[in-house]
């Protein structure tokens, strides 16, 4: 929990204990030359050093702690923690690099690294990731070949019922969330693409004043949300402009230590940040085996307990970075916060503009968090989402002292998320009959034209099913974009077609 103004630690054998937050590197990779180009592993030393002078010098020899965010963008160098420790010429106690990378990979590597100096395990401790698929892309097409990293490794883990109906990158998923809570909200299509272009043109604002985001142009909510040639459709209703971009060259490092060792290496109090109380929870692997498309049991556990734990309301939050790869999941959770529409939901600039680095956005995240408290305001939140909203995990820092022995601390609450959520449906690989929508969404080409619907089902006895609206119904297509009529718990039928179930409105 977090310490009341005037309950400083300063008991030498408690600040030996104590995590705070030392130095913050980001890196943005533009070069002219190709060939200077810096591949992943390179963004993550180039990172490493800047948080290092961040925290005034000489840290990183000290690092007895180094953990990594893996990386996609070049794949043969595999495992990149022991060569990056190498060209750092350190021998860290503790060397990892996460088995995936996903949204909440930042904050669990900096939740744990704060672990280990409250336990003693480790005096510095650094967490770093990199992605350079814009240079990875580049140098493919060298050789007539471009490839998409990201989609890829989607389409190799997709199981065999969501790749047949096309439910196979987040892109694809996360428009279930993003109709399916619209509905449920009560809103039109109309306010709630509203809502996502007024939480996407803040961040935009935000990243146009970050030195260390990518695209640094303030857009209007209506120059977001509608399709144009620039800002085509990709997967209903989102444009181009409220996806992740993760064609970028970024990479980002945290570095942590005591604060007996900070005080001792003289950093001005005001350039500490202390970690605080978190939790982290999860969903089932496969989005199709959800309770609901309306709603996160385990990203209300996570931000909710966050939150309760350290003492705070949202009135007590001056900044927050709620996850963005898509806009489903940051109104998801500004509700649980109850953070207004109208400020703002990120300090680096949402994975839209300010970057979209695979797994390594809320690296930037936190390093843009405490440049902000380090300037201005005691409390941030950050609420990280990976996977297909599978993953969530949230964390306060603060320029305000924590009380001895919060760490170490048990982050995981996945039993509270499982004992308050309802069972998933059963789900059926085929179905014939009447059914209605829970939800859906429309793929979109490159042309933007529609490609195929996508319908969730329920039977007329809750059973859930795929199935596909072909992109000749023109009829469906339109009904379910066009935002006369909400179309999910609307009545259909299922028929056989080859291989699909393909809706009919009959």
């Known amino acids: 929990m977090l310490a009341s103004e005037g309950h400083a630690v300063t008991h030498k054998d408690d600040a030996s204990r104590i995590p705070v937050i030392i130095g913050v590197g980001q890196i943005n990779d533009r070069p002219e030359n190709l060939d200077q180009a810096l591949d992943s592993l390179g963004l993550m030393r180039a990172a490493l050093e800047i948080a290092d002078a961040d925290a005034g010098g000489g840290w990183l020899a000290q690092v007895d702690s180094l953990a990594v965010v893996a990386q ?275 300090v680096f600039g949402g994975l839209t503009f300010g970057g979209g680095p695979i797994g390594n956005y809320m690296m930037h995240a936190v390093a843009s968090m405490v440049t902000k408290l380090r300037d201005k305001g005691t409390n941030g939140l950050l609420f990280a989402n990976g996977g297909f909203a599978t993953h969530n995990h949230s964390l306060v820092i603060s320029r305000q002292p924590v009380a001895a022995g919060t760490f170490p601390q048990d982050f995981q609450l996945q039993a509270e998320a499982d004992a308050a959520r309802d069972a998933a449906p059963v789900l059926l690989d085929t179905y014939t009959g009447p059914a209605t929508i829970e939800t859906y969404t429309v793929i979109y080409d490159r042309a933007a034209a529609a490609r195929f619907g996508i319908i969730v089902g329920r039977t007329p006895q809750g059973d859930r099913f795929l199935a596909r609206v072909p992109r000749t119904d023109t009829e469906t297509i339109a009904f379910l974009t066009d935002g006369a009529v909400e179309p999910i718990g609307t009545s259909g039928t299922a028929v056989t077609d080859g291989e699909y179930s393909i809706w009919t409105r009959q």
């Open 72 to 346: 996609i963008s070049f794949r043969d160098l595999g495992d990149v923690s022991r060569p990056l420790a190498d060209s750092l010429g350190i021998s860290p106690r503790y060397l990892e690099q996460t088995a995936q990378p996903l949204g909440e990979s930042p904050i669990q590597l900096i939740h744990e690294a704060a672990n280990r100096i409250g336990s003693g395990e480790a005096t510095v401790a650094a967490a770093v990731g990199g992605e350079a698929l814009r240079t990875a892309a580049k140098r493919a097409a060298l050789g007539n070949r471009v490839p998409n990293a990201s989609a890829d490794l989607s389409a190799a883990m997709a199981p065999p019922l969501r790749a047949k109906y096309g439910l196979v990158a987040p892109v694809d998923v996360y428009p279930l969330y993003e109709n399916a809570t619209r509905a449920a909200w009560g809103q039109t299509l109309a306010e709630g693409q509203a809502e996502s272009g007024e939480i996407w043109s803040r961040m935009s604002e935000v990243a146009a004043e970050t030195d260390g985001a990518w695209l640094r142009k303030s857009l209007t909510p209506e120059e977001i949300i509608t399709p144009t040639a620039d800002n085509r459709p990709i997967a209903f209703p989102y444009t181009k402009l409220m996806v992740a971009n993760s064609s970028v060259n970024q990479g980002a490092a945290v570095i942590l230590t005591s604060l007996a060792l900070a005080r001792a290496a003289g950093i001005p109090e005001e350039r500490l940040i202390y970690v605080g109380h978190g939790a982290a929870a999860g969903e089932s692997e496969d989005p199709l085996n959800r309770e609901s498309y309306t709603r996160s049991t385990s990203m209300a556990v996570s931000i909710g307990r966050t939150m309760e734990l350290n003492h705070l309301s949202s009135a007590d939050l001056d900044y927050v970075e709620l996850y963005s790869c898509f806009p489903c999941v940051p109104k998801m959770a500004r509700r649980i916060l109850d953070w207004p529409v109208d400020r703002p939901a990120t």
